[in-house]
């Protein structure tokens, strides 16, 4: 069994829309993911959050999961509209009186509570009134909501993540349309992503946690990005350079900003106007406003030079086809989730290394990895020696990785239990244990007891 750095942390992760439920209870305003799932034709069959995994009334039962696993921290996110249920009045206690609960269960139970401002569920009235992310005012309406976070909360929690994955959010959700709010563009998707990083520093940086909360309460804040790995298909200068690119468009689209100071040159040259400009007083509450690197990985491709646009083999990572020109595949021996993505467990340590060195050796946790398998149950029993092998490889890669001088801190595994993921509704399976609401026994039988065992074998 291998052995983590001592310290190394251990957890998993969920966010409210895919497993709260209680959507219009106790006060709580309707997200933009309540009108997208509730719309014909938006998600597979028509599934919806309305109920999910009913967590919101079982949080308890959870986390007495969460404990017999070992686990010892829990990201979970906060639902905006239900803390503010139009995004910017008046505050719904009953919805600060609900994550208290469930902070104060999680820390009696020696669980760390990381909190995500946001997971991709604006309140609807935002949208409806503002246009979301496309109007500069959102960037102080989230501030306004963090800051409310900030201060009912951060007496209990010291970890903080202002944003997961703002590549979803502006790319599927304002560029291609399959998430809400279900827009499609070829520009939106720029000015999206150029609200949202200014969204977190502002949270962060301008009057703020750093200014305000962060000495008195002694915590750490930063933001969290999504990004497959891109291989070279051959070493040819022109697929090395397509991978590099694919990389910038991707990662450093949002990272760049925030640990360099800028956009990546390459996506100015090629998106030209489209791509919004930071002011230079932007420039600099941008840069430095993460204490560390979040990462959320879970997909592997071979990059190379594209010359025409083919829908058939050309998908746009972070951008059109035309501001990209990279073409992606896989090896057909790589095996696959039921979601088609390559299980490449080297893939994740060659990210990690290149976030290392393009970001000057951030401090860096995965704050999400995991597999969608077409799991069969059995006496409420699950046999997955396929998420036992996944765990196994990319945890042995995530070790290789801190051998070789990558300060990866933690390690939180996607999800700590099925859930509605997202447009594809309930049709997939990401949980480490299988949801049984026959009995009260939930505790997962085989890949979450591997996990549970890595987590007692290293001693924490």
Not at 15 to 29: F, L, P, R, T, V
Not at 58 to 66: Q, S, T
Not at 262 to 280: A, C, I, S, W
Not at 405 to 419: E, H, P, Q, R, T
Request: with cysteine; glycine share 10%.
């Amino acid at each position: 069994m291998l052995q983590f750095p001592q310290g190394f942390l251990w957890g998993s992760a969920t966010s409210c829309y895919q497993i709260e439920g209680a959507w219009n209870e106790d006060g709580k305003g309707l997200s933009i993911w309540d009108a997208f799932a509730h719309t014909p034709g938006r998600t597979f069959q028509g599934h919806h959050g309305d109920v999910a995994c009913d967590h919101f009334h079982r949080y308890k039962e959870d986390v007495v999961l969460m404990a017999k696993m070992g686990l010892k921290a829990y990201r979970f996110s906060i639902s905006w509209p239900r803390i503010q249920p139009d995004g910017h009045g008046p505050v719904n206690e009953k919805g600060i009186a609900f994550y208290s609960r469930l902070i104060d269960e999680l820390l009696d139970h020696g669980i760390q509570p990381w909190i995500t401002l946001y997971h991709w569920d604006m309140p609807l009235a935002l949208q409806m009134q503002h246009d979301g992310w496309l109007n500069p005012d959102i960037t102080d309406f989230f501030a306004t909501y963090a800051s409310v976070c900030f201060e009912r909360f951060g007496d209990r929690v010291k970890n903080w993540i202002t944003l997961n994955e703002p590549w979803v959010v502006a790319m599927l959700g304002y560029g291609q349309g399959v998430f809400a709010p279900g827009r499609k563009s070829i520009r939106e998707p720029y000015l999206a992503a150029h609200h949202l990083i200014l969204a977190h520093a502002k949270a962060v940086r301008l009057r703020l946690y750093r200014e305000k909360y962060q000495a008195a309460q002694g915590g750490q804040i930063g933001i969290t990005n999504n990004c497959d790995w891109r291989e070279p298909l051959t070493d040819s200068l022109e697929d090395k350079a397509a991978a590099q690119r694919a990389l910038e468009f991707y990662l450093g689209w949002f990272a760049d900003p925030v640990f360099l100071g800028d956009y990546p040159q390459v996506m100015k040259d090629r998106v030209g106007g489209r791509l919004p400009e930071f002011t230079e007083d932007e420039k600099e509450w941008v840069k430095g406003s993460s204490d560390f690197f979040g990462l959320n990985h879970y997909n592997t491709s071979y990059a190379s030079h594209g010359d025409t646009a083919d829908g058939s083999e050309v998908y746009a990572n972070g951008g059109i086809f035309e501001d990209q020109h990279v073409k992606l595949s896989v090896d057909p021996a790589w095996p696959l989730t039921t979601m088609n993505w390559a299980i490449v467990p080297w893939g994740c340590r060659k990210l990690l290394h290149w976030i290392r060195d393009r970001y000057q050796d951030p401090k860096i946790y995965i704050t999400e990895n995991g597999c969608s398998l077409d799991d069969k149950v059995s006496d409420g029993k699950v046999d997955d020696p396929v998420r036992i092998s996944f765990l196994e490889g990319y945890l042995g890669e995530c070790h290789k990785a801190i051998e070789e001088g990558v300060d990866l801190k933690g390690y939180f595994v996607w999800s700590f239990m099925d859930n509605f993921e997202w447009a594809q509704g309930y049709s997939k399976r990401f949980g480490i244990h299988y949801i049984d609401y026959e009995t009260l026994e939930r505790i997962p039988k085989s890949s979450a007891r591997w996990f549970a065992r890595t987590i007692e074998n290293n001693g924490f």
